[in-house]
Every structure is written in structure tokens, then in C-alpha cells.
């Protein structure tokens, strides 16, 4: 499986970018997740999709302004970010898991449960 992210850049604060994670080498169906890692810090939960699509997680920190979505049929996911803040610098990543069912919440914020990244893209937003 391979993911690869695309959509990063460079935006003034307060302005929009959208990231897409693309899919080779079997379906999104399956419990995926957005992540991001800042300079020093730790690997940090974004958003999440269960596996059936019924249920959408968000970090507390993003939550109203990012928006996870998937289209299965053309193998991406996306994360539509609005009303950025110098705060969401950061490499986002996109993540999946093969089990194959949704997951107990409490799961999808632990990188740890991931089988498979990609390699991420830079998201800078300037004050």
C-alpha cells in the first residue's frame, strides 16, 4: 500500500488549503486518519474516518475548521482545512490500518494503530 499527500504550502493565516491522500495498492476502506508532527515536537492526531464512514474524530484543536472526507471509488481522502492558524504548521500525514472493521474510539487518536503512512506534506501558515 502505498499513501502519497499532496496539497501543502505556504498560507497567511486565516486562509484554506485542502490535502488529498491518494491510494495504490488496495481501497480506502479502512479506518484512516490525519496526522501532523511540528519541529520538536510529538506525532499529533488531526482526524479520523472509521472504516464504515459512520463516524468522524477531530482533535479538539481543529474542530469546526477541518473537515476529513474520503471518496472510496477514487481511492483519496482529504482534509479541507479553513481558518488556519500559525499553530497548524506542521508535516501532515495521512495513515491507514488493515483490520478491516471500525475501531473502539479511543484507537483512532494512537498513531500506533496505523499499518501504513504516507510521507507527509508540509503545511506552513505565516501570522
Known amino acids: 500500500v502505498q499513501l502519497v499527500e499532496t496539497g501543502g504550502g505556504l498560507v497567511q493565516a486565516g486562509g484554506s488549503l485542502r490535502l488529498s491522500c491518494a491510494a495504490s495498492g488496495r481501497t480506502l476502506s479502512a479506518n484512516m486518519g490525519w496526522f501532523r508532527q511540528a519541529p520538536g515536537k510529538e506525532r499529533e492526531f488531526v482526524a479520523a474516518?472509521?472504516?464504515?464512514?459512520?463516524?468522524?474524530y477531530y482533535a479538539d484543536s481543529v474542530k469546526g475548521r477541518f473537515t476529513i472526507s474520503r471518496d472510496n471509488a477514487k481511492n483519496t481522502l482529504w482534509l479541507q482545512m479553513n481558518s488556519l492558524k500559525p499553530e497548524d504548521t506542521a508535516v501532515y500525514y495521512c495513515?491507514?490500518?488493515?483490520?478491516?472493521?471500525?475501531?473502539?474510539?479511543?484507537?483512532?487518536?494512537?498513531?500506533?494503530?496505523?499499518?501504513?503512512w504516507g510521507q507527509g506534506t508540509q503545511v506552513t501558515v505565516s501570522s
Open positions: 495513515a491507514g490500518d488493515s483490520v478491516g472493521r471500525d475501531r473502539p474510539k479511543i484507537y483512532y487518536r494512537d498513531y500506533r494503530v496505523y499499518d501504513y
Open positions: 474516518l472509521s472504516w464504515s464512514g459512520g463516524t468522524i
